[in-house]
């Protein structure tokens, strides 16, 4: 699905639904095997957030692209490998570079 480039920020919390955690090693497989595979580069930021009251470690990744496909295909992913309800998205207008 080729459309304009756009800023995709994907927020990932770390807890699971067992009461597990997505430890730093799993979060460096996932970037190697999965991020590094699908995007020529993108920005991981750290963060904290709520989810149903619970708050967790998160991250944020955001990268530049006219492939939404491929961002929802990472989603689902983590989604899958890691036991979690959802993955948060926001998108904007697509960052320049000068």
């Known amino acids: 699905n080729l459309t304009m480039k756009q800023m995709y920020h994907i927020c990932y919390g770390r807890n699971t639904k067992d009461g597990d955690y997505v ?3 799993d979060w460096i497989n996932y970037m190697e095997t999965v991020l590094d595979f699908a995007f020529d580069g993108y920005t991981v ?5 709520v989810w149903k009251k619970e708050h967790e470690r998160a991250k944020i990744v955001s990268v530049c692209t006219s492939h939404s496909d491929k961002v929802y295909d990472v989603m689902e992913t983590y989604k899958k490998v890691y036991d979690q309800e959802s993955v948060g998205l926001f998108i904007t207008p697509a960052m320049e570079f000068i």
């Not at 930021?45 to 957030?49: E, F, R, V």
């Open 45 to 49: 930021q750290d963060a904290g957030g």
């Open 23 to 25: 430890t730093n090693q």
